[in-house]
């Protein structure tokens, strides 16, 4: 799965889709709010927070409104997304709390080790060619006794597209994102010297006038297919995309005439274990769901 991703070409992407992305973004917003909540109960006031690909700032505003004293500091792989969320930031009072901007890439942070309090994600890792090197670089930037949390997409993300694309065109099922579940998911941040995992999911079954509309709205997202290696650009013909109507629109239509397409979401946290990662025989992931 991981080797499949080019991440040029996904910096390339998502800069190119600044602009429309918070058009289309409200299935990410309702995730970035679930994700935030997930900190309700946790006894947690954190003085530094980082956000890892902040894309146009939402889930970074989120943060910065919940812990109103905190530093914050937003990162992405995409020049343009950062400038953008750097935009949205009020200019600092000198008695006010600072935001910090920089563009960097998930799995070589810049940052020195044992920097933050909080490190979050809403939404990028699944854009990260090995996912468990971003969590790495998460646990190893969190001070002990931090708390590293974020979600992605699920397996049963897009089924519906998935299923169409293997019947219509089987070369081109690839071309959507094979997304994790949530055991790989858990198993891969419990090799991370963290403690206290917690994993948890959400469905969502979103509908579009056509199927043509979902495919729109996923480019406009930023999620080119063009970023999954292999894939290349035109990918879809006209003649290809009218098969993927009628056979979307046969077997995944609601009666209302729309389609629909379901997406899941995936959430994790999990707590800094004080001691060196290397030191394997010593780390006991305790996984609770
Ligand atoms: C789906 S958007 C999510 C944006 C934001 N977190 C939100 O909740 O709306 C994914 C973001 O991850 C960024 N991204 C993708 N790969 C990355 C990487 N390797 N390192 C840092 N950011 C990355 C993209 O540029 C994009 O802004």
């Known amino acids: ?70 530093h914050i500091h937003a990162t992405d792989i995409s020049e343009s997304m950062v400038c953008h969320t750097k935009a949205q930031h009020p200019k600092r009072l000198p008695w006010q709390r600072k935001y910090h901007h920089s563009v960097g890439d998930a799995i070589a942070l810049p940052f020195k080790d044992a920097s933050f309090d909080l490190v979050t994600s809403n939404l990028t890792i699944q854009w990260v060619p090995e996912a468990q090197a971003m969590m790495k670089e998460m646990r190893r930037v969190l001070k002990p006794g931090g708390l590293m949390l974020f979600s992605t997409f699920g397996r049963r993300t897009l089924v519906e597209l998935k299923q169409t694309l293997a019947h219509v065109s089987p070369e081109h099922t690839s071309s959507v994102l094979p997304f994790a579940d949530v055991m790989s998911l858990g198993n891969s941040l419990g090799e991370c010297a963290v403690e206290g995992l917690v994993t948890d999911a959400d469905l969502f079954t979103l509908t579009y006038p056509n199927a043509l509309s979902l495919m729109q709205e996923l480019k406009g997202l930023g999620a080119s297919s063009k970023a999954i290696k292999g894939r290349s650009g035109g990918l ?26 379901t997406f899941e979401a995936l959430y994790a946290q999990a707590w800094h274990k004080d001691y060196s990662y290397k030191d394997k025989k010593n780390v006991i992931p305790i996984v609770c769901s």
Do not use: W
């Open 1 to 70: 799965m991981e080797e499949l991703i080019n991440v040029n070409k996904v910096r390339h992407a998502f800069s190119g889709a600044v602009k429309n992305y918070d058009k289309h973004a409200e299935l990410q917003r309702e995730v970035g709010r679930r994700l935030l909540a997930h900190l309700e109960f946790t006894k947690i006031n954190p003085e530094n927070i980082l956000d890892i690909g902040c894309g146009t700032g939402f889930f970074t505003r989120l943060l910065a409104g919940k812990y109103k004293k905190a």
């Open 236 to 261: 879809y013909g006209r003649a290809l995309l009218r098969h993927i109507e009628a056979y979307y629109t046969e077997h995944f239509q609601h009666d209302n005439g729309k389609v629909y397409a």
